[in-house]
């Protein structure tokens, strides 16, 4: 999309939707995973060329995420449309 339009829409009754937005799987959390953080090396090589001070971890760090899964589908697209803004 380009920056000097935006989309607009109409805000229909409960009969008359322009959009539907479906979570099926609201928010879930994965295990903690454990992965090797790639490109030491190099990132402690720039660390010093920069002299960026950066803290640099060489060991395994934990990390958890958050998912959903949804479904979204457009019912009536008379509903949307784009604008040019100045």
Not at 8 to 35: A, C, L, N, R
Request: proline share 3%; glycine share 8%.
């Amino acid at each position: 999309m380009e920056e000097d339009k935006t989309i607009i829409g109409k805000k229909g009754v409960d009969i008359e939707p322009g959009i539907i937005f479906v979570p099926y799987i609201s928010m879930t959390s994965t295990t903690i995973i454990h992965g090797y953080g790639r490109n030491i090396r190099r990132k402690k090589k720039i660390n010093k060329i920069f002299k960026l001070e950066l803290d640099i971890d060489d060991g395994f760090q934990p990390s958890n995420s958050i998912m959903s899964r949804y479904s979204k589908k457009m019912i009536n697209k008379n509903f949307y449309g784009t604008i040019e803004v100045k």
